[in-house]
């Protein structure tokens, strides 16, 4: 794809302002779109968009192909007609935990089952009226929904198309999710033995006893699409494109691995026999065991990489260029046998390499794109990188990516902007990092010391110094996290790698949008072209 010099946002929709415990696709999400085109920036990054599930994780989800429920806005629903104005007062009392700036974060323990209770609400009054029309928003929720008007399609119709278009993946996921919620949350492997292994009867037997909830799952995922796709929609009109990650595995506990054991290194019972991560490094003495299942790339390979053509044009729905995350797990992965504590004593096994892009490339110009301008693909090729790695990401012209914190070692470091070539994404800080003031306060003292001789600062302004030695690189794309925008401290950091508990939970102020920054933002995209 033949991207053009730009700078963007890296934002969850998760962390927006709002009334209801955590950030949707509601009114602030449009409100952030407005804010960042009046900025000048041309990019909004996010994480995966799937439904999480233990430790609430983008990045280990139930699906590689669903919405995540928990970003539904109560605003949207209200304004379908689904929930009353006293369904919406309930979630404004949902209690949020607080850092040590006050500021409030997602407290997922409490918000879960209360977000629950309330689609299940919206899900009884559909199924009560299924003929209800459905409301437009031109406005995108600006005024009161109430007074939005009536669309020419009913709910249900919407809903039944949407269900027919998309079997391929909803019927398995909604099945799945419904016998999960039918075994008390337990993971897949610890179902009866006929639901593990899929027997038909089994499966004939669920769908029946479980229509009603199947039904309700895919009534869930209808609401996300289609408030995401209003969502992306308004981000076109403002002439921002959405950056998403595609991480190269998914959860053992996911409705993919379920449905398509034949596609992983499972055994007889369903259980992983090798599993993902990376070895030990200057990190980590044991490494990392992530503990994702490894794909048997042969089968995919037979079925001319089916399951991943399907992934991608899935993908494609939620965004317009995709970031493929541990891309050099495509030309080597890092095979580790299940039964193993540690990651100590894994393997590296070559991956599908060139095969597999060479076969998504064609599909993408014979059928989902006419630009014929490339893949619209940013590698992620961060950590243990060789030589195969950097081969294949040049060999399909894909940028690589950049980040300003690791560039601190010495004038050598690839991570500085004068070592930066134009085909690459350049980040202050990604959502695995602390952020720029955080960094700057736990560096190592020959490290902070470089990173002030190397941007001529004192550090009172440390995360835009970074900012604006990124937007200054000859890098294509210019991207910060909204943290270091706002120049917050090591409290506002969204993950913490390799721990449980406490992690993707930041949110912003509903104060934080504001035309001083966007002033800012605007000059400094202007004198540096973005």
Wanted: a negative charge.
């Amino acid at each position: 794809m033949a991207f053009k010099r730009s700078s963007g946002i890296l934002l969850h929709p998760s962390s927006l302002p709002g009334p209801y415990g955590i950030g949707d696709l509601g009114p602030q999400s449009y409100r952030f779109i407005d804010w960042l085109a009046s900025t000048g920036c041309k990019l909004w990054q996010i994480l995966p968009l799937g439904p999480t599930g233990y430790g609430d994780s983008p990045y280990q989800c139930f699906s590689a192909f669903a919405g995540n429920p928990y970003l539904l806005s109560p605003d949207e629903m209200l304004a379908d007609g689904l929930l009353t104005q006293d369904d919406l007062d309930g979630m404004k009392d949902l209690p949020a935990s607080r850092d040590s700036s006050a500021r409030l974060r997602i407290n997922f323990g409490l918000l879960i089952p209360k977000k629950l209770d309330l689609l299940q609400k919206a899900f009884s009054r559909f199924q009560s009226n299924p003929s209800t029309r459905l409301r437009t928003s031109p406005e995108h929720l600006r005024g009161d929904p109430a007074t939005y008007p009536a669309g020419t399609m009913s709910l249900r119709a919407s809903f039944d198309s949407f269900c027919a278009e998309n079997a391929s993946w909803l019927d398995d996921f909604a099945l799945f999710m419904a016998l999960k919620a039918a075994n008390g949350g337990g993971a897949w492997n610890g179902w009866p033995v006929a639901l593990r292994s899929r027997k038909k009867s089994a499966m004939t037997k669920a769908r029946k006893e479980l229509a009603e909830s199947i039904n309700r799952y895919s009534f869930y995922q209808f609401l996300f699409f289609r408030q995401w796709n209003q969502v992306r929609a308004y981000a076109h009109e403002k002439g921002i494109q959405i950056i998403g990650d595609i991480p190269i595995f998914v959860a053992y506990d996911s409705a993919d691995v379920w449905a398509r054991p034949d596609l992983f290194f499972l055994d007889e019972n369903g259980n992983p026999t090798v599993v993902a991560g990376v070895p030990p490094d200057a990190f980590s003495a044991t490494g990392q065991l992530w503990g994702n299942p490894l794909y048997n790339w042969e089968v995919h390979k037979k079925e001319g990489y089916a399951w991943w053509l399907s992934r991608v044009r899935a993908s494609l729905q939620f965004m317009d260029i995709l970031r493929f995350d541990h891309f050099r797990g495509f030309a080597g992965y890092y095979e580790i046998p299940a039964e193993h504590t540690t990651a100590q004593n894994g393997h590296w096994v070559p991956g599908p390499g060139q095969d597999l892009f060479r076969t998504v490339d064609k599909y993408l110009r014979d059928g989902l794109t006419t630009t014929g301008a490339g893949l619209p693909i940013i590698a992620e090729d961060l950590g243990f990188i060789t030589p195969d790695v950097v081969e294949l990401r040049d060999a399909f012209d894909l940028p690589g990516m950049k980040v300003l914190q690791f560039g601190f070692s010495g004038p050598d470091n690839p991570f500085l902007p004068h070592n930066y070539f134009p085909n690459c994404v350049a980040y202050t800080g990604t959502h695995d990092n602390d952020t720029a003031f955080g960094w700057l306060v736990n560096a190592q003292d020959h490290e902070r010391d470089f990173a002030k001789r190397y941007l001529n600062t004192d550090g009172h302004d440390f995360a835009w110094d970074l900012i604006r030695a990124v937007w200054r690189s000859v890098a294509i794309f210019a991207i910060a996290p909204m943290q270091d925008v706002l120049s917050l401290g090591g409290e506002a950091r969204m993950n913490f790698p390799s721990t449980l508990g406490g992690n993707w939970e930041w949110r912003m102020s509903k104060n934080d949008l504001n035309e001083d920054l966007a002033a800012g933002l605007r000059d400094l995209n202007w004198v540096t072209n973005r």
